[in-house]
């Protein structure tokens, strides 16, 4: 993004969470942990499912990509986070900025509408097991993965080129920790109003259409789950999409809380949690949630375990 003619501004400073410099050496040592687990734990995700032929299925399908989102999102956040935790320099590009931003806004997007695809999966597989494989073919989920970011750009792209549009001459400090979308509007010296109302309608529309259809899901998934009869019937066919749901409830909680809401009701310090939280923590989250309560995964594991352990001894043979 090149600097606009009518903008004063070069650069921009990000605040960050804290002036302290001892809670500062804290957040960035637990930053850095949780980074480390991040990459992985999503890198191990993914490697786990690439190399495992018996998690080459749909619902791993979309996992892997989750898990490449998860690490991507994290990437794009806590790195320069890091940075700004260790110096006392918190300069940002005016383009780095902007390109921050769009790539936040991209993969949050492009998860949101995941999230969904993973819920229908989990549909099907349980109120339509017997169709199951017809229906969730490969052209379906390459199609569903191919729409989620597509999605995702247009979403980015829009919220970006309207940002893009503000006139920044003030001021450059950013109250935040990144470029994101509420604190720049509160940065603009420039009428905002419209751009909120369009912001607000495209995340909001990404937010409830991808919402709504998970909703839908876990209603009929739900209504199935009642009629069957047995208990252990009722449970297999709940565990299958418990880690799925804990993961939808965590993100789009944290999402709902910062962004469908005018930026009136911006909270500095409200705000900046829940983005830790979705930023940094919930990236983290995701493998740990999905590996832990699925047996496949651990299984999965422990053969690729066995399998290089079994490389191992035939090259020394």
Do not use: W
């Amino acid at each position: 993004m090149s600097r606009r003619n009518n903008t004063n501004v070069s650069d921009f400073i990000l605040m960050g969470l804290t002036d302290s410099e001892e809670i500062r050496l804290v957040l960035f040592n637990l930053f850095l942990l949780i980074y480390l687990i991040t990459v992985l734990g999503n890198a191990g995700m993914i490697l786990i499912i690439r190399l495992d032929l018996q998690l080459h299925t749909p619902m791993y399908f979309f996992l892997s990509h989750l898990s490449f989102l998860d690490l991507s999102y994290s990437t794009v956040i806590t790195p320069k986070t890091l940075e700004n935790l260790l110096t006392s320099t918190k300069y940002i590009s005016f383009g780095g900025c902007f390109t921050q931003m769009y790539f936040f806004v991209f993969l949050g997007a492009t998860e949101c509408f995941l999230l969904s695809s993973m819920a229908y999966d989990r549909y099907v597989a349980i109120c339509n097991p017997l169709q199951y494989p017809v229906v969730m073919s490969v052209t379906l989920c390459c199609s569903l993965i191919t729409v989620s970011y597509v999605i995702g750009f247009s979403d980015s792209f829009a919220s970006v080129l309207c940002m893009n549009s503000l006139h920044f001459c003030d001021s450059n400090v950013i109250h935040h920790f990144f470029c994101d979308v509420p604190p720049m509007l509160a940065l603009s010296c420039t009428d905002t109003h419209d751009i909120e109302i369009i912001i607000f309608v495209v995340a909001g529309s990404t937010l409830m259409v991808s919402l709504t259809t998970i909703s839908v899901s876990y209603a009929s998934i739900l209504a199935t789950i009642v009629k069957i009869n047995s208990m252990s019937g009722k449970q297999k066919a709940f565990s299958t999409c418990a880690s799925h749901l804990m993961g939808v409830t965590i993100f789009y909680g944290t999402m709902i809380f910062t962004y469908l809401k005018p930026n009136k009701s911006y909270s500095l310090g409200k705000d900046q949690v829940a983005s830790v939280f979705y930023t940094i923590v919930i990236p983290m989250l995701n493998p740990l949630i999905y590996s832990l309560r699925n047996k496949e995964v651990k299984n999965a594991l422990v053969r690729v375990m066995q399998k290089r352990e079994n490389t191992r001894h035939l090259r020394r043979q």
